[in-house]
């Protein structure tokens, strides 16, 4: 790993960072072509798929930090050797296509395989935007219903829209607005799923379920993309700043032309811990770190807007939990597999396998289905890196 780079906060940071990233050599050579998905807490051993999933793309988007960070030439080859397998799915009938090719190509930078992938993938989701519905499909590249409006169908896909040009742009604003319309009440309340019916419109969806956290925190990265993205928001700026505080960011903090006596600020969000359940109607269940890291990198996003300085203090309070009690190993102040233990009330084997070094612990892929509920997931590794990242001045939070 190279020097790291001055001015980080506390060194701690740093330390995180390092010890990720140097998780993702070790997974590397552990999976080969093969896509990591999650990893078994105790041995962290990886479950893994030929294709990627929905999931592809962060993991691409992991090596193509790690090359950004050591600026290794071996660590840029096979970032792009990973980000060629994606190319399949850009023709693939799935919203998600803004997942795997936005996050898995941004950090790209004058990449031969990246650059034109990126291209076609936001042309072809741009040929499957629907102007009656005013989005872009769910699709059925996974089985199931296809016009659905998802959570998780509006980030990624909102800036890949955005730079297929003028129309493109005009698409991710629709395509955002109209998953917020549906997702968001007005008091923040989320319904993250629906489903069209052509005879009698839009009915919400019980799964994923209305407390869904990582629902919300791909909602808010959506918002955070639409605004801070390349050429400016893509959307009314100030609709989509009330939006972000409703959906759980800090209220932002008035400028210099707007503060007077007569402004009324909207109603500031109920507390929320800094790690989340997975389900916000139980919070005795599982946490969802992923969500964490998620909403982390989206103020961090927020936090290059003026005014938005609580959003970087937020941002960094999420992250050092994460660092400090939730990732394993000793590249950080804390973050042993003893501490992450003890912060979530589990119980701990004298004699236990320790986790190898760099897991983020406690994410959670499906509670309903019992599904890697207390694992390393690949997109929570992702955005935690991304983070950890941007707080240490090795990305703009803006390029992915």
């Known amino acids: 790993m190279r020097e790291r780079p001055s001015g980080m906060a506390d060194g701690w940071a740093g330390g995180a960072l390092e010890a990720v990233l140097g998780r993702v050599a070790v997974t590397l050579a552990e999976v080969g072509p093969r896509f990591p998905l999650s990893a ?3 041995t962290g051993t990886w479950t893994t798929t030929r294709r990627g999933s929905w999931t592809g793309g962060f993991w691409a988007g992991l090596l193509w930090l790690r090359a950004r960070y050591t600026g290794d030439p071996a660590d840029r080859s096979a970032a792009e050797a990973c980000t060629a397998r994606l190319a399949d799915w850009a023709d693939a009938d799935t919203a998600t296509r803004g997942l795997i090719l936005w996050y898995g190509t941004a950090l790209a930078t004058g990449s031969a395989p990246a650059d034109p992938l990126r291209a076609r993938a936001a042309h072809a989701c741009l040929t499957a935007f629907d102007p009656e519905l005013g989005l872009v499909p769910w699709g059925s590249a996974f089985g199931g219903p296809r016009l659905l409006a998802r959570a998780d169908g ?5 800036p890949l829209l955005a730079s297929a040009g003028p129309r493109g742009r ?3 604003a629709a395509h955002l607005h109209r998953h917020l319309e549906l997702c968001v009440g007005n008091d923040g309340r989320l319904a993250p799923a629906w489903r069209h019916d052509p005879a009698t419109g839009w009915h919400p969806l019980a799964e994923p379920a209305p407390g869904w956290s990582r629902g919300r925190a791909w909602l ?13 928001a893509v959307a009314c700026p100030d609709r989509l700043r009330a939006t972000a505080t409703r959906l759980g960011a800090p209220e932002p903090e008035p400028t210099a032309d707007e503060a007077h006596p007569a402004r009324t600020p909207h109603s500031p969000p109920p507390a929320t811990p800094l790690v989340p359940p997975d389900d916000e109607s139980h919070p005795d269940g599982p946490l969802d770190t992923s969500a964490a890291a998620i ?3 989206a103020l961090l996003k927020l936090a290059t807007q003026p005014g938005q300085e609580a959003c970087a203090r937020r941002a960094e309070a999420v992250l050092h939990r994460l660092a400090t009690a939730h990732l394993t190993g000793t590249g950080t102040a804390s973050g042993t597999a003893s501490e992450a233990a003890s912060e979530t009330g589990e119980a701990l084997t004298i004699g236990a396998p320790v986790p190898p070094p760099g897991m983020l612990l406690h994410g959670c ?10 694992h390393e997931l690949i997109w929570g590794d992702f955005f935690l890196a991304l983070g950890l990242a941007a707080l240490t001045g090795v990305v703009d939070p803006r390029e992915a």
């Open 170 to 172: 005009e698409a991710a």
């Open 40 to 42: 078994d807490p105790g």
């Open 154 to 158: 509006a980030p990624g896909l909102v």
């Open 295 to 297: 909403t982390a990198v």
């Open 365 to 374: 892929h499906d509670a309903a289905t019992g599904t890697a509920v207390q």
């Open 220 to 232: 808010l990265l959506a918002v955070a993309d639409a605004l801070t993205g390349p050429g400016g």
